[in-house]
């Protein structure tokens, strides 16, 4: 379970680093992340939980494996759409250095 809450903890932070290092473009695809690190800690929670009672354990298993398949469904899609996010991006730099250029005229 320790790579879990690792993966859960990285996965959390995502959205800081992305906003650190500038990488930013919309919000939502990071926070997606961010909200599939909160499902990977569910699901180490869910395992480190039951007891010797069989039917908490057989709840503590099905939501452990049921966080996990909506945590790797977030991250997955949030990557996919952090990364159609930076390949759609459009090149700001270009359209100001044009309207400086126009104005100059």
Do not use: Q
Not at 35 to 44: E, K, R, T
Not at 54 to 80: K, P
Not at 87 to 92: A, L, P, T
């Amino acid at each position: 379970m320790y790579e879990t809450i690792i993966l859960g903890i990285a996965c959390l932070s995502a959205p800081l680093f992305a906003k650190l290092a500038g990488y930013e473009i919309t919000k939502k695809p990071y926070d997606m992340v961010g909200v599939g690190g909160i499902f990977f800690l569910l699901g180490a929670a869910f395992t480190l939980g039951p007891s010797r009672v069989d039917f908490l354990i057989n709840i503590g298993t099905i939501g452990s494996i049921v966080s996990h398949v909506l945590g790797w469904l977030m991250v997955i899609i949030g990557a996919f759409r952090c990364a159609l996010d930076v390949i759609m991006e459009k090149d700001e730099v270009g359209v100001l250095t044009h309207a400086r250029h126009s104005r100059a005229r």
